[in-house]
């Protein structure tokens, strides 16, 4: 495996952060989510089967998951890259929330791809799905 820069890991692990906190922040305000995410963004989602194409879809997505009682998110791995001026941030997260009572623990895996628009680092695209527990065999 290629080591990237460390200036693209430190990029992608702000960006990274700052949606963890984004989704995760009490005030459970949307618009912080939305602001990470490029106007023209794509989102494959994990607990929707539409794919979010705008702004106004990825606000109907987030609004709902965001405001889960307890919600938090635990990153088990991470793996940034970086290729023609964008970042690839792949990797597993764990989120966790209450439903009816009981703890919902839900492994995913995901990818995120990052590119500077001006000044500022963007989700152009990002993919999330529940983590297979265990391989197919084929």
Known sequence: M????????????????????AMTCPKNDVHRVLDLYHEDAILLPTFSPMICINHDQLNTYFKNLITLPTLSITTDEFFPTECNKVIVNSGVYTFQYLSNERLVTVPERFSFVYKKFDDKWLIINHHSSVLPVQATSF
């Open 2 to 21: 290629n080591i990237p820069p460390l200036e693209t890991v430190k990029i992608a692990q702000t960006i990274y952060n700052d949606w963890v906190e």
